[in-house]
């Protein structure tokens, strides 16, 4: 180690206050979700589980929650199944027009999710798809397949050169060649792109706002409503129980490919 | 076979220096192959060639010439556009890779990095529904092949460059294919190691009597183990024959420059048969019109250097003129001259071994080569 320059200190000054900045209102929620208060105060006037023992018995907020995990999921595996057999198109076959395909397909990234939300639901009121689970599918797909079509294409990109053509020449029809060497170097690509799908229509509030109706609930619609008219630390207790669920997935997915290369990279 | 001499029609089709079928049957016939891609000129075009059973023939050329690009078309992993291929007399043209029984070396290996060296191996003959045990002993067989045995459980990434070709070498002959590809195999190694797995896989392609075809820019490699090499250029083949007979007879210009050193020497043929070039007339062996103008090439070993204070030596018939040491560049194994020789630079070699003398900068010479060593082209062919 050298010696600490004052540019040095400095630097390491801002970056943690940078990260102070960036993680003090989700560290905060940890102390208040242990809160004895009946409403939401620093520092808590005293520490009990009780807000836990809380939202074990809050059934809309549970409902709502396994109805995202199942929605989550639902859309995962769809997102996957649709944009697996797109990016081999998109990056294997040559074809007029590829290019502004791909672009197109990935624009809903760029767009803001109220303009998303109002046109879906414009499109969606006409038709009975609001409220319904076939409507949240639906509108959860525009937003997790643009993330799937993108992690999957890098994926593809970045398989090493020639494996596919030299799995043929020993004798595997395409089928195989697939199956026994493209899918498996594809996996690390299939889990980030899985994961990322995942949270992303976990935790989608706007386009689920348009879309929710008195039969289907989403937690992060619920939980907006609770805040809305409630004051007490439930909702962070709530929130402790998410963050731990998100960071969990977060480490499979650096386990597995590593964040970096598995959201960016490529394109 | 008759030595032929430098042809004139610069257009006509390469001619097939293969000694007559005879001990070793046809076994691969690649038939006015053409490859185009959209309204771009052909990458490949014309290209009719014909290997023996056992015999390795080198592709040779610059990057882009096409020697890739007609390999792919061989195996299968890209279409034809027109044109046939012909394995032992069957026509493959149409099958699809993983129906033509060809082992294939691919420049970057092209190992599956999911799979043990092992499994990499056995992956071909899984494909063939070979029984475990049997694959398991033709595995470590063909390891064996390549020296590797003992790394067998090991994954392709902890696997050094030379270790992993050889891995893709046993994987591409543990399936005994028809046909042996080598796309560029060595281009990714040091040099050292280039030199070392060359006669690896000249040793292996002999030992199996595999017939087989290379692809490689680097015309040493190429001759060091082909038993013809094919040297392409913009999508045709320029010439095929032996590494000798492309070395000492080669039959354009493109392939004089491409397989070594060469002098050029630009003049007219005079009405006697000699070739006026600036001052001097040479003489060369073949004939053409006269006032053509000529392009004349000699190979700076074939140049004979002596002082000028000796007597001038001319011997019968010999090419003699005088000149002046420019430069010289010692290269270990030889000494590089230039000499200045009326408005031309002439580069001379010669054999620090066998050299008779070492000549120094600014000493008069005299340089002597035999009309045979000098090979005569209509100018305007080399471009």
Known sequence: ?267 | MAIARAPHAAGEAPRDAAPAAGLNSVHLTLEALEKRYGNLPPSVSALSLQLRQGELLGLLGPSGCGKTTTLRMISGLVPVTAGRILVAGRDVTALPPYRRDMGVVFQAYALFPHMTVAENVAFGLEMRKVSRTEAKERVMRALGMVRLEALADRKPRELSGGQQQRVALARALVIEPSILLLDEPLSNLDAKLRDEMRNEIRDIQQRLGITAVFVTHDQVEAMAICDRIGVMRAGRLEQIATPLEMYERPTTPFVADFVGRMNHLRGTRLEGGGVRVGEAVLATAGTSPAGEALLLMVRPHRIQMTPAATAQPEAAGRNVQPGTVRRVTFVGDALHYEVAMGAETMLVESSTVSGPQSFAVGDAVFLAWSPDDTLTFPAGTEA
């Open chain 1, 1 to 267: 180690m050298n010696t600490l320059s004052l540019p040095r200190i400095a630097y390491g000054v801002l970056v943690a206050l940078l990260l102070v900045f960036l993680l003090a209102p989700v560290l905060l929620v940890f102390p208040i979700s242990f809160s004895a208060d009946n409403f939401i105060a620093w520092p808590p006037s005293g520490w009990s589980p009780r807000w836990y023992v809380a939202l074990a018995r809050e059934s809309e907020l549970l409902l709502a929650f396994r109805n995202s995990v199942v929605l989550g999921l639902v859309v995962t595996v769809l997102s996957l199944a649709i944009a697996l057999p797109a990016a081999v198109m998109l990056v294997r076959k040559e074809f007029p027009g590829r290019d502004i395909l791909f672009s197109v397909f990935t624009a809903p990234l760029l767009l803001p999710s109220i303009v998303l939300g109002l046109a879906i639901l414009i499109v969606f009121v006409g038709r009975g798809l609001v409220g319904s689970w076939f409507g949240m599918v639906l509108a959860h797909l525009t937003l997790t397949l643009p993330y799937a079509l993108r992690v999957l294409a890098t994926g593809l990109k970045t398989l090493p050169p020639a494996v596919e053509d030299a799995a043929g020449t020993l004798g595997a029809r395409p089928f195989t060649v697939f199956r026994r060497v493209t899918l498996p170097l594809m996996a690390p690509a299939l889990i980030a792109a899985g994961a990322l799908s995942f949270l992303v229509s976990f935790d989608e509030v706007v386009i689920s706002l348009f879309i929710v109706g008195p039969q289907l609930k989403v937690l992060p619609v619920s939980l907006y409503h609770y805040v809305e008219s409630r004051t007490d630390p439930l909702v962070a207790s709530a929130s402790a129980v998410l963050i731990l669920v998100t960071l969990l997935l977060v480490i499979v997915v650096e386990r597995a490919v590593g964040l970096r290369k598995a959201v960016g990279g490529g394109g």
